[in-house]
């Protein structure tokens, strides 16, 4: 069974609907013990991290997801959080990935938020298996997390960032792969093999 980690951030719908294409089973909790005992777990998000740090608080989630020892997987917010620190509010995250949460500036011919298409790079492991580099799928972000030796995938924009991250049981994507098409669907298909 998947547990979609319920803490007030975002639609969940998305993703509901990518699990079910899929064929995949899958509970939307908030509740540790449901947390614990299932066997993948995603943890997606939308909006602010400073926000979503304080409503895991609020649930006791912030322990219950450091401790999880099955696939994880954190989307757009998702992974923010689990960062060590987001420039957004100044929230000190989970630390489960070994980056810094940043803004884009923006500058001449940068848009703030990077919305839209944009390709992925430098992809290592198990969750790009049969995706080739130079893929494109969907962000919308105005914060990034900073390259480090967590990151398994890069995007451009302005400058380099980490488009994804791993570390043990742990995985973040900054892009939406519940939105981002075939590819996407494979990602998320690769991560449900774990």
């Known amino acids: 069974m998947i547990a979609i980690i319920d803490y007030r951030m975002g639609n ?6 990518a699990l ?14 449901e947390i ?3 066997d993948k777990v995603l943890l ?10 304080e409503n895991l608080r609020n649930a006791g989630l912030c322990d219950v997801i450091r ?9 757009c917010v998702g992974l923010q959080v689990m960062c060590r620190h987001s420039q ?3 929230t000190e995250c989970l630390g489960i990935f070994d980056s810094k949460v940043m803004r884009f500036t923006p500058s001449d011919g ?3 938020p990077h919305m839209g298409w944009n390709r992925i790079s430098n992809l290592e ?4 298996k049969g995706i080739p580099s130079g893929e494109y799928v969907y962000y919308v972000h105005s914060y990034y997390p900073q390259l480090c030796c967590d990151t398994i995938a890069t995007t451009t924009y302005g400058g380099m960032f980490s488009a994804a991250l791993k570390y043990e049981n742990f995985y973040g994507t900054q892009f939406h792969p519940e939105k981002s098409g075939d590819t996407g669907e494979l990602i998320i298909k690769n991560f449900l093999e774990l």
């Not at 492991?125 to 790009?128: P, S, T, V």
């Open 12 to 17: 969940l719908r998305s993703v509901k609907n």
């Open 20 to 33: 079910q294409r899929l064929g995949t089973e899958y509970i939307v909790t908030s509740s540790p013990s």
């Open 36 to 38: 614990m005992k299932a």
């Open 44 to 53: 997606p998000g939308v909006g602010n991290a400073e926000m979503a740090m």
């Open 67 to 75: 401790e999880l020892r099955q696939p994880v997987l954190g989307i």
């Open 88 to 90: 957004e509010g100044d």
């Open 110 to 112: 940068l848009k703030v």
């Open 125 to 128: 492991g198990k969750l790009f």
